[in-house]
Nanobody, 121 residues
Framework: QVQLVESGGGLVQPGGSLRLSCAAS????????MGWYRQAPGKQRELVAT???????NYADSVKGRFTISRDNAKNTMSLQMNSLKPEDTAVYYC???????????????WGQGTQVTVSS
């Protein structure tokens, strides 16, 4: 079994900051790309930020300059620093990881249960 657990969500005012964390555990040989996705009520799940194992980040245009993704490969953890938050950032944020459970076998995508981020005054 592979488990991803998010933490750090909450309620903040516009312009505030939050830091989300994701911890992966279970039967893991290696983790390749990791990322954050979010889904607001009535909307499709969308990509927020991703990072390769080598540390190359990619961001959605809507969060560039405000969010920073990072990861610790040794600890199988990932973080998302969110600054200058806007009401439109309100969503459930999900951790995603491509995991190789055994050497030489294909990668599989795994998802966390999500953590709620609410930006409101």
């Amino acid at each position: 079994q592979v488990q991803l657990v998010e933490s750090g969500g909450g309620l903040v005012q516009p312009g505030g900051s939050l830091r989300l964390s994701c911890a992966a555990s279970g039967s893991i040989f290696s983790i390749n790309a990791m990322g954050w996705y979010r889904q607001a009520p009535g909307k499709q799940r969308e990509l927020v930020a991703t990072m390769t194992t080598a540390g190359s980040p990619n961001y959605a245009d809507s969060v560039k300059g405000r969010f920073t993704i990072s990861r610790d490969n040794a600890k199988n953890t990932m973080s998302l620093q969110m600054n200058s938050l806007k009401p439109e950032d309100t969503a459930v944020y999900y951790c995603n990881a491509f995991v190789r459970r055994l050497e030489g076998l294909p990668l599989n995508a795994y998802w966390g249960q999500g953590t709620q981020v609410t930006v409101s005054s």
